[in-house]
């Protein structure tokens, strides 16, 4: 894209030039635009024929991607995030006792099975859709025990404490203090992938006096919509809290979470989803200046050696396949040469391939290959040869549990695989001797670690506190915060001073 002299101004005594500022309203094939500081990227005769007046062409800095943003979801997204910031002033009047009324009134609108009914009926309607364009569902289905965990989740905010005004730090000078304290961050983003049941974990930030907008997967908008409808809007309404302390987004335009993610009103913008799809969406949030929360690849790995006790394999393989979610083991790690490793670990798959009624698929990589030729790929599953890169694969399975299996020679081995192709989320050693269990969870860069089934890795199960999201560790350690992101998390900290004298000086 060339600069034109007559769009540039400057004075002799001020050799740089300075471009005006104009509007951008179309945009032309082989026009070049700029990323990256010193790099360019052509627009492509698509992308130059849909433009139009009004739309918003957003530049990813970090690979040059161009994200056309419609002006119709351009100003939905705006208009959503006019509301939430409106929300977050009135919230600081709000006495708690409205956002508790909240989630219960939230809580009982989903208990309600007139309610319900007509959220079940929607989620219906998305899950026929989404199986005749051939996408998994597992995810997307509102069953009775998704449902029974959103009602939990409400429950649990319910019932907690909010974090606003809670004094983390206290410095005590004498005859004067200084106390650091929780306070609301503001408005918070989300987007996710199509999963009903975040809804009731997002609205967790109510409770520290924050508001919210939300963006979810095209697939689950319907569901999405009647929860709004239904159960959010009334709930907001018989607590008497703003109507835009909770935001949904209505287009099911994809741009709408990166326009979502690029307004720099946002204090907090959390994505989850596909490991793609959230680090573009990191990136745009970044360069407009918005913290993030990114919870996106998944997929945890189990590093077994022969001192573990007979079955134990088999039994945590078994139990960590229950369902897809990020925290389902998909790689296994098999230190040695015994063959009951291997076969305990194929069993576990079958097992529970047999609870859904499916077959189980194996991916042997590498040197596990050589295990085509025993007694143990005799199994009822369907066996895939691999290379050992493909370790770094998650397996987006819906109905049929998926998992790759190495053999390596040493566990030194199999730390190096892990800290090398994984995305560094979760590990599980199971093994008999306890010294080499510390040595492997010591040694694997990951934020969730343990010796049994991975399942564990969820903020309500395992630590009483609905998530928002997990974070990985593929992209550096987190600052100063756990891997398990709450509603409970998302504060901001003030510093406030008492000086009883008047005439304290410095």
Known sequence: MSVYPEHMSHSPSDPTPTAAIGELTRLLPGMEIPFGG????????VLAAEFTAGDRLIVVQSDGSLIRVPAAVAESVEGSVDRACTA????????????????????????DETTFATIARANERDVRIAREKG????????DGKMRRGMIESLRLWQSMDSSIGRTIERVDHGDWTVEAICSPLGVVAFVFEGRPNVFADATGVLRGGNSTVMR???????????IMDVAVAPA??????????????????RAGGHALFSDDRISLAVARGSGTAVAQLGAVARQSGVPVSLH???????????????????????????????????????VGDDDRLAKEAIEGVVEAAKRRGTTGVVHLLGDAATLLNTEVAQHDVRIVEGAVGDSATEWEWDESPEVSVLVVDRVDDAIDLFNEHSPRFVVSAIVGDPDLGRSILDRCDAPFIGDGFTR????????????????????????ARGGILSGDGVFTVR????????HQRR
């Open 38 to 45: 010193r790099r360019i990227v052509r627009v492509d005769e």
């Open 236 to 253: 907001l309404d018989a607590a008497g809290l703003p109507a835009g302390a909770v935001e949904l987004i209505r287009e099911p335009d």
């Open 456 to 479: 564990w890795v969820d903020g309500q199960y395992a630590l009483r506190r609905p998530e928002l999201g997990l974070s990985n560790w593929e992209g550096g350690r987190l600052f």
């Open 495 to 502: 510093h406030r001073a008492t000086t009883p004298d008047a």
């Open 296 to 334: 996106g690849t998944g997929g945890a790995w189990m590093i077994a050696d022969d001192s573990a006790p007979e079955g134990r394999l088999r039994d945590c393989v078994s139990a960590s396949l229950d369902r897809k979610v990020c925290n389902t083991v998909n790689v296994i790690v098999l």
């Open 216 to 226: 979810i997967g095209s697939d689950a908008l319907g569901t999405a919509l009647a």
């Open 88 to 111: 977050f002033e009135s919230m600081r009047g709000v006495e708690q006792s409205r956002v508790t009324e909240f989630y219960r009134s939230f809580a009982d609108r989903l208990e």
């Open 135 to 142: 996408r998994a569902t597992g995810r997307l289905v509102l």
